[in-house]
């Protein structure tokens, strides 16, 4: 049986630039929990605006950036627009369900198989 992956290096195309000048690109997110996904709901910030949950969401699983230990939404919300956009993809592509293979039939001989329409999009 093939352990569960749980934490994902990173490298952002751009990087966050600290108060000081230093510049973080390397990191680690972990997986998401069910209150990493429910607790920021409950945050004044996310309910004058949606669209906040991202920052607040990023912020609880990315474990590293650089030489930072604790990600604060402060942090998430000063990054390049183009970081975060990546960060999002990253926690969608690796806290959704690998999407199950279609069974098919080749129309020409009709041997069945499986194909990965993950794969192919």
Known sequence: ???LQTEFS???PR?????AGNLHRDG???????LDEVEPFGDARARANQAY????MLSRVIVRLG???QVTPGIVGDLFAEDFAYLQELYLRSNSAPAAPAETRCPA?????ELDLAAMG
Request: aromatic share 10%.
């Open 1 to 3: 049986m093939t352990p």
């Open 67 to 69: 030489s930072i230990g």
């Open 53 to 56: 949950l991202s920052i607040l």
């Open 15 to 19: 990087g966050y630039v600290d108060a």
């Open 10 to 12: 990173f490298r952002l």
């Open 28 to 34: 680690v997110m972990r997986l998401a929990r069910a």
């Open 109 to 113: 001989c009709g041997e069945r198989f």
